[in-house]
């Protein structure tokens, strides 16, 4: 497993934009899928966007296509979700979430977690 910790959340208006970061332990870092997820209050994890191992393959939420981007960067260990023209209801905690051997859009999936960074969209 890797170790995961998201930074870049806050508090932002709608329509601006903040750009995550995922910093990972370990030197497999490079052969994990890459996901985030998100969670609001009173509701389930679900799945924002994923991206391969090599980059070469992302993956969307319906809600969050066109607006939100996810890349990563092998050399530093580091995945990414850029998130423009923000929504108030784009407002949750965001997790980072790891797996050597699943790319997809179920929680259960996912092998390793980070501890997750709050993003507040204000309307």
């Known amino acids: 497993q890797v170790q995961l910790v998201e930074s870049g959340g806050g508090l932002v208006q709608a329509g601006g934009s903040l750009r995550l970061s995922c910093a990972a332990s370990?030197?497999?870092?490079?052969?994990?899928?890459m996901g985030w997820f998100r969670q609001a209050p009173g509701k389930e994890r679900e799945f924002v966007a994923a991206?391969?191992?090599?980059?070469?393959?992302?993956y969307y939420a319906d809600s969050v296509k066109g607006r939100f981007t996810i890349s990563r960067d092998n050399a530093k260990n580091t995945v990414y979700l850029q998130m423009n023209s923000l929504k108030p209801e784009d407002t949750a905690v965001y997790y980072c979430?790891?797996?050597?051997?699943?790319?997809?859009?179920?929680?259960?999936?996912?092998?390793?977690w980070g501890q997750g960074t709050q993003v507040t969209v204000s309307s």
């Open positions: 979430a790891a797996d050597p051997g699943y790319l997809g859009t179920v929680v259960a999936g996912w092998g390793s």
């Open positions: 370990g030197r497999t870092f490079s052969s994990y899928a």
């Open positions: 991206i391969s191992w090599s980059g070469g393959s992302t």
